[in-house]
């Protein structure tokens, strides 16, 4: 079983910034693909960034040059630093994790949800 437990979701001003957090447990034996997803009211969940195994990262357009999608591998935690915030990036945030746990089994494992709410 895989275990991902985000934090750090708020409410922020225009223009803020927040970090999220996103802590991972279980029997893993690889990470191929680290991610953070976001949903918002009435919408389809969309990809905000991920993170290969190789550190290369992809991010949504309309997150590029705001958001930075990073991991630390020694704390099991992946992170979204998120710049510049506006109301349009209003939504819950959800990590996502893809890799192999130790007995070989695929594992494609989510988050419970972090709200951010970007208002005045």
């Known amino acids: 079983q895989v275990r991902l437990v985000e934090s750090g979701g708020g409410l922020v001003q225009p223009g803020g910034s927040l970090r999220l957090s996103c802590v991972y447990s279980?029997?893993?034996?690889?990470?191929?693909?680290r991610g953070w997803y976001r949903q918002a009211p009435g919408k389809q969940r969309e990809l905000v960034a991920s993170i290969t195994n190789d550190g290369s990262p992809n991010y949504a357009d309309s997150v590029k040059g705001r958001f930075t999608i990073s991991r630390d591998n020694t704390k099991n935690t992946v992170y979204l630093q998120m710049n510049s915030l506006t109301p349009v990036d209003t939504s819950v945030y959800y990590c996502n994790l893809q890799g192999r746990t130790v007995w070989g089994r695929l594992f494609d494992s989510w988050g419970q949800g972090t709200q951010v709410t970007v208002s005045s």
């Open positions: 279980g029997s893993i034996s690889f990470i191929n693909t």
